[in-house]
């Protein structure tokens, strides 16, 4: 099959797109409100997008009243945010804080959820959750679309401080397996990360890049000047 968006139509029962590009890791976002009043949503439309230094995006649609999401509006009146990963045991949580709630109602109480203090930034870090990334916001990319929902806010932020559980780590490397982490499909379907395989670009150095090492890649540019 084939279509264009808002050109022609797909045909289907349900509209494809948004399984397409599957599983979307979830930015689990913490802010705060004007008045400190805790803040916590889920955000699919996530990733990093660089690792020197490391920075994340979310990305925030209007809401049906064609009005920006507080997650967007807190992170750059409070200047920072904080992602924790979500989890397969953290699901229904997460699903609790995707509620459009009154405004000054706290989203952890709401789930149920433990708040942990950040060390470098305001927000809660959900503490429950094995990995939390501080986060400075850097600005924000407002992309125009068709009312109400389609204009969208994709905002970025520095990651200035990472947390990890100790029993999320094993022989020094994460855990995904026994993390689970969350991922959304299409639809109302979800999946988590159970299963990994291991892979190497072949004659690709020491991998620096792939790894997300800046050590590793100052390493083999070090390497690679002195062989010149
Ligand atoms: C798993 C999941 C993923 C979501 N991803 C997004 C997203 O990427 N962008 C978005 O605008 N809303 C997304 N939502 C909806 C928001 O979480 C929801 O609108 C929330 O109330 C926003 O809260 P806020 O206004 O406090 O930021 C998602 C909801 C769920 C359950």
Redesign the pocket.
Same mark, same amino acid.
């Given at each position: 099959m084939y279509y264009e968006p808002g050109n022609t139509d797909h045909g289907l029962p349900f509209n494809p797109f948004k399984s397409c590009v599957v599983p979307r890791p979830?930015?689990w976002?913490s802010?705060l409100d004007a008045n400190g009043v805790a %803040?916590?949503?889920?955000? =699919?439309?996530?990733q990093n997008i660089t690792f020197d230094p490391p920075i994340v995006m979310?990305?925030?649609?209007q809401?049906i009243h064609g009005e920006r999401?507080?997650?967007?509006v807190h992170a750059e009146r409070e200047g920072s945010f904080v992602w924790n990963m979500a989890t397969y045991d953290l699901r229904e949580a997460? %699903?609790l804080?995707?509620? =459009?709630l009154p405004r000054g109602q706290d989203?952890f109480a709401h789930a149920g959820l433990e708040k942990a203090p950040s060390r470098l930034v305001r927000p809660w870090r959900v503490a429950a959750s094995p990995v939390q990334f501080e986060c400075e916001y850097l600005q924000t990319v407002r992309l125009p679309g068709n009312p109400p929902m389609g204009t969208?806010d994709v905002v970025f932020g520095r990651v200035v401080a990472i947390h990890i559980a100790d029993d999320a780590i094993t022989d020094g490397k994460l855990d995904i397996a026994r993390i689970k982490p969350l991922a959304?499909l299409g639809y109302f379907d979800?999946t988590y990360v159970d299963k990994t395989f291991t892979m190497r670009v072949p004659n690709a150095g020491n991998g620096g890049g792939m790894e997300g090492s800046p050590e590793k890649v100052a390493e083999a540019a070090l390497a690679k000047a002195a062989r010149a």
């Open positions: 979830i930015g976002i802010t %803040n916590l949503a889920p955000y =699919s439309q996530f979310f990305s925030a649609n809401d999401k507080d997650t967007t997460v %699903n804080t995707a509620q =459009s989203e969208v959304r979800y």
